[in-house]
């Protein structure tokens, strides 16, 4: 009789693990969740820094602008004060009102698109590292052409990268029209994803166009792309303090063309190119990202562009850029605040850690920073992947660890569900008057289906089978993951007609 039972009772327990390890029949905590939550603003300060970003545009106004934007700014109520453009609060809140709330952003795979607008938050990529952490030697060298088909390829497969924009510039292209083609092939040729790119001048964009509707089957033709829009471009169109750059007006112009939407960002550095006190680098900031908000609409209103505000820190001390932090962290999620309070799609930055390592610093500032914006609803957060060493660098590894740490950060937007299934009181009843516990029931088992996420490479052993399994820690279960990755995942999203006719008219230096 006790054989018996011993062994119902252990068929039973067997049963529950089998259970406990099958994967969540949906993910729990997937891109797109709603942020919000946290404001670390009050409505009143955000009027206030509001209010002093239109008195900077209205009384100090722009420098330096190009003439073809100069006269259709003048054309649109804009007026000059001596070699200064000034902009009046009216024209500004004119063009916050017809400006695009929210759009599409488009995948060459239809189910990997995503929306853009509200509080919904997608974690994707940024930067221009020139260096590699080597995934064999764990030592930077310079990136390569290479390495970006392999972050490309790499993040294809991961959940969390909303989208990819180049996250490392190919070194070893000195040539800036080889540089910007070969860019935006590897992303044509390692993901479906929504991509994004920079031209390094205008006079890039047309024939880069070309080239990506030859991939998408066309013969140059730039309606098949403006239908789904699937490449959006990076540009810094105002340099502050409080200035436009040429170059960069002229190569979003050029975009605007074809219709690709646009990220227009504004990069200023507190105590070098904007105030140190995080309030007037705010107002400062913001009054810059609605320079390039006004030079977009006065174009074209309603234009798809990224209202991308990304405050960022100078340690003051030395100089040198900070990637981490709890102040970037604070002004990139007010940021986010401000540009959702005034419904314009948001762009902010995280995750840009000083750590080189993948350490504990690594964890502490990327957690700290990538929270904070998801928190407050950034709508598209850059640099949120793979980004190490204040954007030097670029890590394989560290693409694997991020996208679990935005599986977090997605559970908790997500928050808690409050109903009657969920609050359980009869389970619980039950449960206590029978069972006395709630292991392996229907409700439990619907609940671990549902809401709760199971890591994968952070590691949840007891110390005794850590030791027995090699004390393993974080980067070299993260190195694994990716080193299987890119042996095993070599997609074939370009055509063979199409790759060999890109190869044919582009040059096109990444081998097959």
């Keep these: 009789m006790t054989k018996q039972t011993t062994s119902r009772r252990s068929g039973g327990r067997a049963s529950r693990v089998a259970l406990r390890s099958l994967p969540p029949a949906e993910n729990p905590c997937p891109p797109g969740q709603l942020g919000g939550r946290y404001k670390p603003l009050s409505e009143i300060e955000m009027v206030a820094i509001y209010d002093t970003a239109l008195r900077l545009l209205s009384e100090l106004g722009m420098g330096?602008?190009?003439?073809?934007?100069?006269?259709?700014?003048?054309?649109?109520?804009?007026?000059?004060?001596?070699?200064?453009?000034?902009?009046?609060?009216?024209?500004?809140e004119k063009i916050i009102g017809m400006a695009a709330k929210e759009f599409n952003f488009h995948g060459r795979d239809p189910k990997r698109s995503i929306f853009v607008g509200g509080d919904r938050v997608h974690f994707g990529t940024g930067g221009a590292a020139v260096q590699t952490l080597d995934i064999d030697t764990a030592s930077y060298r310079p990136s390569t052409l290479q390495?970006?088909?392999?972050?490309?390829?790499?993040?294809?497969?991961l959940t969390n990268v909303s989208w990819f924009t180049r996250c490392c510039v190919a070194t070893d292209l000195p040539d800036i029209m080889d540089l910007d083609v070969n860019t935006v092939f590897a992303l044509l040729k390692g993901t479906t994803k929504p991509v994004a790119t920079s031209f390094t001048v205008a006079e890039h964009v047309d024939p880069i166009m070309r080239m990506i509707s030859i991939a998408m089957g066309?013969?140059?033709?730039?309606?098949?792309?403006?239908?789904?829009?699937?490449?959006?471009?990076?540009?810094?169109?105002?340099?502050?303090?409080?200035?436009?750059g040429e170059d960069a007006v002229e190569v979003t112009l050029a975009c605007m063309k074809h219709g690709m939407p646009i990220s227009c960002i504004t990069a200023a550095q507190s105590g070098a190119t904007a105030p140190a006190t995080l309030a007037g680098f705010l107002a400062q900031s913001l009054a810059e990202t609605l320079a390039s908000?006004?030079?977009?609409?006065?174009?074209?209103?309603?234009?798809?562009?990224?209202?991308?505000?990304?405050?960022?820190?100078?340690?003051?001390?030395?100089?040198?850029?900070?990637?981490?932090?709890?102040?970037?962290?604070?002004?990139?999620?007010?940021?986010?605040?401000?540009?959702?309070?005034?419904?314009?799609?948001?762009?902010?930055?995280?995750?840009?850690?000083?750590?080189?390592?993948?350490?504990?610093?690594?964890?502490?500032?990327?957690?700290?920073?990538?929270?904070?914006?998801?928190l407050s609803g950034g709508n598209l957060i850059y640099e949120s992947s793979g980004m190490t060493a204040s954007l030097l660098g670029a890590s394989f590894e560290a693409f694997v660890l991020d996208d679990e740490m935005h599986s977090l950060i997605y559970r908790t937007l997500r928050g808690i569900e409050v109903n009657e299934e969920t609050l359980g009181f009869d389970v619980i009843c039950e449960s206590v008057l029978n069972e006395g516990h709630f292991l392996g029931g229907d409700h439990t088992i619907a609940a671990m289906e549902r809401d709760y996420f199971y890591p994968k490479i952070a590691d949840r052993d007891p110390p005794i089978t850590w030791a027995e399994n090699g004390q393993p820690n974080a980067w070299s279960r993260a190195r694994d993951v990716a080193k299987t990755i890119l042996a095993t995942h070599h997609p074939e999203y370009l055509s063979a007609e199409a790759e060999a006719r890109i190869r044919g008219e582009y040059n096109i230096l990444l081998e097959t």
């Design 218 to 244: 066309g013969d140059g033709d730039k309606e098949n792309f403006s239908k789904t829009p699937f490449l959006k471009t990076h540009i810094s169109p105002v340099i502050s303090p409080m200035r436009y």
């Design 64 to 92: 330096e602008v190009p003439d073809v934007l100069e006269k259709q700014l003048l054309k649109c109520g804009a007026t000059k004060a001596d070699d200064r453009v000034l902009f009046s609060r009216e024209m500004v």
């Design 293 to 374: 908000l006004v030079m977009v609409n006065v174009f074209q209103p309603g234009y798809p562009m990224i209202f991308s505000n990304w405050p960022l820190v100078v340690d003051l001390r030395t100089g040198s850029f900070v990637g981490g932090g709890g102040e970037i962290s604070v002004m990139n999620a007010a940021s986010a605040q401000i540009s959702n309070w005034l419904n314009l799609p948001s762009g902010v930055a995280s995750s840009m850690t000083d750590a080189k390592a993948i350490d504990a610093q690594y964890g502490m500032e990327k957690g700290v920073s990538a929270l904070a914006a998801g």
């Design 147 to 157: 390495d970006l088909y392999d972050f490309t390829r790499l993040q294809d497969t």
